[in-house]
């Protein structure tokens, strides 16, 4: 008699069922901040046209399932669709009805509630997980120690696990150590360790860590029987609260460094790379050290971008000229966290002597003094006056008569003249030749810039000869 009434329950159910298109759940319906809820929708009909979900609640689909079943409900068979969509609720809402087409008809499903609580830490579960910070007081960039500790007890069991880290947004992370595990008190107990550093001032939270823990449970189906099942719980640790404060006297780079600065040559020839390496070491805001970059005239100089590994902070630079130079200085400030105050370090000035480079030299003016002689008598001016004429008179005429022979064989001498073609695949020439049209015409610079980038780093692009070939014709180079 029992198994009649649950049959007929079943099958009172199913005739239910029968009269509803589309009947929408959330499971569970109320879920723990960070845990993933499902949402599902069961379609009754022949022909469906699937709904295309992206978002529920303001959160993205994490997921997607679906199935189908065939069911005989009062004599007739009804096929139904199931499709389930995984989401992550970041706080409590009401799912809209979801339109679908079902035999040509539009059908709405039934709106939907789902509760999200606040995490909250179970210091008593089987699973424990702790955050504990070096200190909660520093300055911007500072770095600092989160330890994660998780206590499991040793009677508990897991078929599977799956840690989410937490959101270190505002902070960088420069590094995270293996995890250990050792035995105490009846718990596993598991450490790792994240080495952060903020990167702005204020009142900073770094949101809890969570642990899925994935169990068996035994359930039973709407026969009666016993099946077993895999069930997930979160577990999730404390959140931690840090004050910020501003680095004091204005600085910007908070730690203890050292500074050097190699190149790879002291002499050169014109137009010749220097590579140069800036490396600084130390703890601290490496994150925030500005291009080493500098300016010196006459010089051009490149910069490849910042590379940090660790706590060592490298830049590489090219100079090129083709005279004698001096590379500055590099120098960095930042506030010394052990003597408290600002503190600045810097290298040694790098000489550079290019051979064969021009020298200047002051331009000389010699005046011609004049020189007085006695008064010639005046038959000899005249003379002298007469000669003047002739001389002028016979050198017009040639000057005419070489003229006339210039624009009559000019033509064939032009075409028996030799005319030198630069070479467009020596890119060290052509940029020596169009550098001192870079800043007043773009399309030189532009070439400049590929010529350069090709010449003095990694990076190799093939320059436009067309436009080239304009440009040297423009600017009548050869």
Not at 163 to 178: C, L
Not at 400 to 411: E, H, R, T, W
């Amino acid at each position: 008699m029992k198994n009649l009434g649950k049959i007929i329950i079943i099958f009172s159910l199913l005739a239910t069922a029968g009269y509803a298109k589309v009947v929408a759940k959330v499971y569970p319906k109320s879920v723990v901040s960070g845990e993933v809820a499902t949402y599902t929708l069961t379609i009754t009909g022949g022909e469906v046209n699937k709904p295309l979900i992206s978002t529920i609640c303001g959160s993205n689909v994490l997921g997607t399932s679906s199935q189908t079943s065939i069911e005989m409900i009062n004599n007739d068979y009804k096929k139904s669709y199931v499709l389930s969509y995984q989401f992550m609720p970041q706080k409590s809402c009401v799912i809209s009805p979801v339109s679908v087409e079902v035999d040509g008809k539009t059908e709405q499903s039934n709106s939907v509630k789902v509760t999200v609580k606040p995490a909250v830490q179970d210091k008593n579960a089987d699973f424990v997980l702790n955050l504990i910070p070096s200190k909660t007081e520093l300055f911007v960039g500072e770095p600092f120690t989160l330890n994660l500790v998780l206590k499991q007890k040793e009677d508990a069991e897991a078929v599977d696990s799956k840690f989410i880290a937490p959101d270190f947004k505002g902070f960088w992370i420069k590094g995270e150590s293996q995890a250990t595990r050792t035995q105490k008190d009846g718990y596993v107990i598991t450490k790792a360790s994240y080495r952060l550093a903020p990167q702005r001032e204020g009142n900073l939270t770094i949101k809890p860590a969570q642990l899925k823990i994935a169990t068996r449970i035994s359930s039973r189906d709407v026969w009666g029987g016993f099946m077993p099942q895999i069930k997930w719980k979160s577990y999730f640790s404390n959140p931690v609260e840090l004050h910020v404060k501003p680095l004091p006297n204005n600085a910007k780079i908070v730690g203890n460094f050292t500074i050097e600065a190699t190149a790879d040559k002291l002499e050169i020839n014109p137009n010749e790379a220097v590579n140069v390496t800036v490396k600084v070491t130390g703890e601290g805001n490496l994150e925030d050290i500005k291009s080493f970059k500098p300016y010196i005239p006459g010089v051009n100089v490149f910069d490849e971008k910042i590379n940090i590994k660790g706590n060592t902070l490298t830049q590489k630079l090219a100079f090129v000229s083709d005279k004698d130079f001096t590379i500055s200085p590099f120098s960095l400030a930042f506030y010394n966290l052990k003597t408290k105050r600002v503190e600045k370090i810097s290298t040694q000035p790098i000489h550079i002597k290019v051979n064969g480079a021009v020298k200047k030299t002051a331009l000389k003016i010699q005046r011609e003094e004049s020189v007085q002689t006695p008064e010639q008598p005046l038959h000899v001016k005249n003379r002298a006056k007469v000669y003047d004429k002739l001389s002028i008179g016979i050198a017009f005429v040639a000057g005419v008569i070489i003229g006339i022979l210039i624009m009559i064989f000019a033509k064939p001498v032009k075409f028996l003249k030799k005319e030198r073609v630069l070479n467009l695949n020596d890119e060290k020439l052509l940029l020596i030749k169009l550098l001192p049209y870079k800043d007043k015409d773009k399309e030189v610079k532009k070439v400049v810039d590929i010529l350069e980038a090709n010449l003095y780093s990694s990076k190799k692009e093939k320059i436009d000869k067309k436009l080239v070939k304009e440009l040297l014709t423009k600017y009548d180079i050869s």
